[in-house]
Nanobody, 123 residues
Framework: QVTLVESGGGSVQAGGSLRLSCAASGISGSSDCMGWFRQAPGKERERVAA????????YYTGSVKGRFTISRDNAKNTLYLQMNSLKPEDSAMYYC????????????????WGQGTQVTVSS
Protein backbone atom coordinates (compact mmCIF):
# COMPACT_ATOMS: atom_id res chain seq x y z
CA GLN A 1 0.00 0.00 0.00
CA VAL A 2 1.35 3.39 -1.03
CA THR A 3 1.06 6.31 1.36
CA LEU A 4 2.28 9.87 1.05
CA VAL A 5 2.16 11.96 4.20
CA GLU A 6 2.79 15.69 4.06
CA SER A 7 3.91 17.85 6.95
CA GLY A 8 5.35 21.29 7.59
CA GLY A 9 2.45 23.50 6.63
CA GLY A 10 1.36 26.40 8.79
CA SER A 11 0.69 30.11 8.95
CA VAL A 12 3.33 32.69 8.16
CA GLN A 13 3.52 36.34 7.24
CA ALA A 14 4.34 37.47 3.74
CA GLY A 15 8.06 37.24 3.09
CA GLY A 16 8.45 34.31 5.42
CA SER A 17 9.53 30.73 4.74
CA LEU A 18 8.21 27.23 5.23
CA ARG A 19 9.60 23.80 4.45
CA LEU A 20 7.18 21.08 3.48
CA SER A 21 8.03 17.40 3.75
CA CYS A 22 6.41 14.35 2.22
CA ALA A 23 7.21 10.93 3.67
CA ALA A 24 6.59 8.15 1.16
CA SER A 25 6.05 4.51 1.91
CA GLY A 26 5.16 1.58 -0.30
CA ILE A 27 7.02 2.99 -3.28
CA SER A 28 10.64 3.15 -4.21
CA GLY A 29 11.78 6.69 -3.67
CA SER A 30 14.46 6.29 -6.29
CA SER A 31 12.20 5.14 -9.14
CA ASP A 32 9.23 7.50 -9.05
CA CYS A 33 8.88 11.07 -10.16
CA MET A 34 7.52 13.16 -7.31
CA GLY A 35 6.01 16.58 -7.09
CA TRP A 36 3.94 19.18 -5.30
CA PHE A 37 0.57 20.56 -6.28
CA ARG A 38 -1.62 23.11 -4.57
CA GLN A 39 -5.24 24.13 -4.51
CA ALA A 40 -6.74 27.28 -3.06
CA PRO A 41 -10.45 27.57 -2.20
CA GLY A 42 -12.51 28.18 -5.32
CA LYS A 43 -9.57 27.60 -7.63
CA GLU A 44 -8.37 24.70 -9.71
CA ARG A 45 -5.53 22.56 -8.54
CA GLU A 46 -2.22 23.68 -10.01
CA ARG A 47 1.16 22.11 -10.28
CA VAL A 48 3.95 23.70 -8.28
CA ALA A 49 7.13 21.67 -8.70
CA ALA A 50 8.38 18.23 -9.66
CA UNK A 51 11.61 16.30 -9.46
CA UNK A 52 12.90 13.32 -11.40
CA UNK A 53 13.59 10.02 -9.62
CA UNK A 54 17.30 10.65 -9.27
CA UNK A 55 16.90 14.35 -8.63
CA UNK A 56 18.70 15.39 -11.81
CA UNK A 57 15.76 17.36 -13.21
CA UNK A 58 13.43 19.77 -11.53
CA TYR A 59 10.39 21.61 -12.87
CA TYR A 60 8.67 24.68 -11.48
CA THR A 61 5.59 26.60 -12.36
CA GLY A 62 6.41 30.17 -13.28
CA SER A 63 4.96 31.87 -10.24
CA VAL A 64 7.27 30.02 -7.83
CA LYS A 65 10.52 30.00 -9.78
CA GLY A 66 13.32 31.54 -7.79
CA ARG A 67 11.37 31.28 -4.54
CA PHE A 68 10.64 27.57 -4.12
CA THR A 69 13.10 24.69 -4.23
CA ILE A 70 12.11 21.04 -4.57
CA SER A 71 14.46 18.31 -3.39
CA ARG A 72 14.37 14.69 -2.33
CA ASP A 73 16.28 12.31 -0.09
CA ASN A 74 15.83 8.86 -1.61
CA ALA A 75 17.56 7.17 1.30
CA LYS A 76 14.78 8.50 3.52
CA ASN A 77 12.01 8.24 0.89
CA THR A 78 11.22 11.88 1.59
CA LEU A 79 10.35 14.79 -0.67
CA TYR A 80 10.81 18.43 0.33
CA LEU A 81 9.63 21.83 -0.79
CA GLN A 82 11.50 24.84 0.57
CA MET A 83 9.34 27.90 0.16
CA ASN A 84 10.89 31.33 0.59
CA SER A 85 9.58 34.85 0.07
CA LEU A 86 6.05 33.59 0.53
CA LYS A 87 3.17 35.67 -0.76
CA PRO A 88 -0.51 35.67 0.20
CA GLU A 89 -1.30 34.13 -3.19
CA ASP A 90 0.74 31.08 -2.18
CA SER A 91 -1.92 30.24 0.39
CA ALA A 92 -3.41 26.85 -0.46
CA MET A 93 -3.57 23.21 0.45
CA TYR A 94 -0.36 21.64 -0.75
CA TYR A 95 -0.35 18.05 -1.96
CA CYS A 96 2.48 15.62 -2.53
CA UNK A 97 2.19 13.32 -5.54
CA UNK A 98 4.10 10.48 -7.15
CA UNK A 99 4.08 8.68 -10.47
CA UNK A 100 6.44 6.47 -12.42
CA UNK A 101 6.41 8.97 -15.32
CA UNK A 102 7.27 12.64 -14.87
CA UNK A 103 5.24 13.79 -17.87
CA UNK A 104 2.10 12.19 -16.49
CA UNK A 105 2.73 13.69 -13.09
CA UNK A 106 3.38 17.16 -14.51
CA UNK A 107 0.15 16.96 -16.53
CA UNK A 108 -1.65 16.60 -13.25
CA UNK A 109 -2.47 12.90 -13.34
CA UNK A 110 -0.19 11.23 -10.82
CA UNK A 111 -1.19 7.85 -9.53
CA UNK A 112 -0.56 8.63 -5.88
CA TRP A 113 -1.62 11.60 -3.78
CA GLY A 114 -1.11 12.64 -0.20
CA GLN A 115 -3.80 14.14 2.01
CA GLY A 116 -2.37 17.63 1.93
CA THR A 117 -0.97 20.22 4.30
CA GLN A 118 -2.34 23.74 4.62
CA VAL A 119 -0.20 26.79 3.97
CA THR A 120 -1.58 30.20 4.90
CA VAL A 121 0.32 33.41 4.16
CA SER A 122 -0.94 36.64 5.64
CA SER A 123 -0.14 40.10 4.34
Amino acid sequence: QVTLVESGGGSVQAGGSLRLSCAASGISGSSDCMGWFRQAPGKERERVAAISPGGEWTYYTGSVKGRFTISRDNAKNTLYLQMNSLKPEDSAMYYCAAHSDCSTLWRGSPRYWGQGTQVTVSS
